[in-house]
């Protein structure tokens, strides 16, 4: 069950470059190419004729040209050529969908066309901001269904085992969270106050000791997330305080691309408040991120493998609240947009 | 909606998908619908009188419903018998998803549900003559305890059952055969408007609602263990009817069906299922002056104000209701508000049924009975 009228991300933009790019999101297949003037074209990736994928075929200019007859469709979808038939067959088109590049990232809208609005692409603070850095991300392919990545990343708990050589401490096991509903989405959020950095983020604080820790875990529907990581020196950290110029700040971006009910893409890419240009700070950050969702990617995917396969129930703890809230929102939206669609046709 | 291949979407906490293997339709507004696990394993046992709660799919989002086990309890599968209601009135079941079982569920339909649970079950123990007594489609239960007592016990049953005409009534045929499966087993259907056909085909026993009279031709004097299911007018009078030819309270369990109400004097606390008498209230406390009763437990306490939850004010006086979450997501505290009001300290995931309460999220604005 997917949300359809959102935008999602469908690839990096490096990975369009001069050929046909098969993609498959929310169960649909789609063909990404770019055309003479650089913008990206997403068509549904049949032929008409006998559903040869389009990614079989050839770029031919600003259209694509199916490998098996030559039915050629622009990137509107519309069918410009069919070799040897006199009339092209006004049935003979494709679905176009709507494409952004952002934040070098490929958005495709997988609704109604006209509802489309590039406003609605996740909001990224400090984009081109000179005193930011950011490490560019990465990608990968995970087989569980995509609402247990918004579990995790709903759920700074699992941190403190999971991921116990990087993010966690000590006192992220027992600090209370607190879990804010709001129209875009769910937050789940806690300050630790005079705690141990954890060994991740320690080498690149600023201050000497101890630390205030926010962890701010926010995910918007259907699917996007920020987490933002703050360490403040101790006893200057808490909600709504300003915080010391040497207080450490990073953003992580977290883009999900259900693939199918059981495969999910995950993209993401970090943005930090120092060392900007330094490109051994983002490459040390790229590899230790890579590794914490390596992590997670091991434990998501048993658990998908798990709940589909259990015996005997699951049980919902408190740590479970913000998750729960969530899943419940987001089922109400893809009914609601259902019970629409329905009423529509 | 899904795909073959693809496994069953997550679920909710604490649900079993079950499959939907037959629908039967047993009188013009009630239908059977008989339960297999998903996964195809046998399902458990359940106690005679336990209900499924379904979370439901529909228009307005999942509600969540109880529905009586109305077959034999040791069988691997399970049948729930529902009547199609309509909203009709203040406190009368809405129809939500009674007429989304009716209409848009059949054979090979995965059902979400919980339980069995449900603190209404025969008690088997007991070797004291049993009286069934039901309105209308309150004769789900009773026909799962007939079940039992049929094939597993010697005691003398009454199997009584009041309901509009033959054209509503439902597992006519099932209770007629159990009854005669061996001695001492015995029916007797009233109606209250029969019709001409009905009439033709002897399929009723008596005319008319179970009057104090009509109840003492049927029963000799005894000391029975009497189950009661049905709508709150019926229950009102029946017990009522019962009480007046001297059958004990704690001899009279019984369930409601549709909002519970209270059956007799508002300040009583009504006896729990097991018959059990319930011991003096303890004397109360001096304090918040709102009086909660955990009924089954004979307890009677003031308020703490300073209590989080009733759940951690049950705890505190030694209860140990099942509980997961705290927090008002997973339904696991949902436990039976007898009487009185509560307010919600945390909004609950899915909204509690008229009748019910999550302990672990709620506080008295009121003396509350509740059923622990």
């Not at chain 1, 930090?272 to 230790?288: E, G, L, Y």
């Not at chain 2, 729990?272 to 004979?298: D, H, K, M, N, Y």
């Amino acid at each position: 069950m997917f949300l359809r009228n959102s935008w999602y991300v469908a690839a990096w933009d490096h990975e369009v470059g001069a050929g046909l790019h098969p993609v498959r999101m929310l169960g649909e297949e789609i063909v990404l190419f770019r055309k003479t003037d650089g913008t990206v074209a997403a068509l549904e990736d049949a032929c008409p004729h006998r559903k040869l994928p389009l990614s079989m075929g050839r770029i031919k200019g600003d259209t694509v040209e199916c490998g098996y007859h030559g039915l050629t469709f622009d990137s509107s979808g519309t069918c410009t050529r069919v070799p040897g038939a006199e009339r092209i067959p006004h049935v003979a088109c494709v679905r176009a969908y709507p494409v952004e590049e952002r934040y070098g990232l490929l958005w495709v809208w997988m609704g109604e066309r006209d509802r489309a609005d590039p406003a609605l692409i996740f909001t990224v603070d400090h984009w081109g901001d000179p005193a930011w850095g950011i490490n560019r991300g990465d990608s990968m392919e995970i087989a569980c269904n995509y609402l247990y990545m918004t579990d995790n990343l709903l759920d700074p708990s699992h941190v403190a085992w999971v991921h116990q050589s990087s993010f966690g401490s000590a006192a992220t096991e027992e600090t209370p969270l607190n879990t804010d509903v709001h129209e875009r989405g769910v937050t789940v959020w806690r300050w630790m106050v005079d705690v141990e950095p954890a060994p991740f983020y320690a080498p690149y604080l600023q201050f000497p000791g101890k630390c205030d820790r926010k962890q701010h875990y926010e995910v918007h529907y259907p699917c996007h997330a920020i987490i933002r990581a703050i360490f403040a020196p101790a006893h200057t950290g808490g909600e709504g305080r300003e915080l010391p110029a040497e207080t450490f700040l990073m953003d992580s971006y977290n883009f999900m691309t259900p693939i199918d009910e059981n495969t999910t893409k995950y993209y993401w890419f970090q943005m930090r408040n120092f060392a900007p240009d330094d490109a051994a700070v983002s490459a040390q950050f790229a590899a230790s991120v890579r590794g914490a969702f390596d992590e997670d990617r091991a434990v998501l995917t048993a658990v998908h493998k798990g709940m589909a396969n259990k015996r005997t129930p699951n049980l919902d703890l408190k740590i479970d609240v913000g998750p729960l809230r969530f899943r419940r929102n987001l089922a109400r939206m893809i009914e609601a947009e259902a019970t629409a669609r329905t009423a529509a046709e | 909606m899904t795909p073959p291949e693809a496994p069953p979407p997550p679920a909710a906490p604490g649900l079993r998908a079950l499959r939907v293997v037959a629908k039967t339709r047993e009188s013009s507004v009630i239908t059977s619908f008989w339960l297999e696990a998903a996964d195809g394993q046998p399902l458990p046992p359940f106690r005679a009188g336990q209900f499924l709660t379904l979370h439901l799919p529909v228009y307005q989002g999942t509600i969540r419903r109880n529905y009586s086990l109305s077959g034999p309890p040791d069988q691997g599968r399970y049948r729930i018998t529902v009547k199609r209601e309509g909203a009709n009135g203040p406190g009368r079941p809405d129809g939500i998803g009674s007429s989304h079982l009716h209409d848009r569920i059949g054979p090979g339909d995965i059902l979400q549900a919980q339980g069995p649970h449900g603190a209404f079950v025969l008690d088997e123990t007991s070797e004291r003559p049993v009286v069934l007594l039901s309105g209308g489609v309150g004769l789900t239960p009773m026909v799962a305890m007939l079940h039992v007592l049929a094939c597993r016990s010697t005691r003398e049953v009454h199997f009584l059952h009041a309901c509009e005409n033959g054209d509503v009534h439902a597992l006519r045929d099932e209770v007629r055969a159990l009854v005669a499966l061996r001695p001492g087993l015995r029916a007797h259907f009233r109606y209250r408007q029969p019709t001409g056909a009905d009439r033709a085909a002897r399929a009723f026993d008596g005319e008319g609602y179970f009057t104090r009279e009509a109840i003492r031709g049927l029963l000799s004097l005894d000391d029975y263990d009497v189950y009661l299911c049905g709508p709150p007018p019926f229950m009102q009078a029946v017990h009522a009817a019962l009480r007046s030819l001297g059958v004990p309270k704690t001899r009279i369990a019984y369930e409601f069906f549709g909002p519970a109400t209270v059956l007799e004097d508002a300040a009583a606390a009504p006896p729990p299922a097991a018959a059990a008498p319930i011991p003096a209230p303890a004397s109360a406390a001096a304090g918040s002056g709102l009086r909660v009763t955990f009924a089954r437990s004979g307890l009677a306490v003031d308020w703490d104000a300073t209590a989080p939850s009733l759940l951690d004010f049950a705890e505190a006086q030694g209860l140990t209701p099942a509980f997961s979450c705290r927090a008002g997501v997973c339904g696991t505290c949902t436990s039976r508000l007898v009487s009185g009001e509560v307010r919600y300290v945390e909004d609950p995931l899915d909204p509690p049924q008229e009748g019910e309460l999550l302990l672990c999220c709620t506080h008295p604005v009121s003396p509350v009975v509740l059923d622990l």
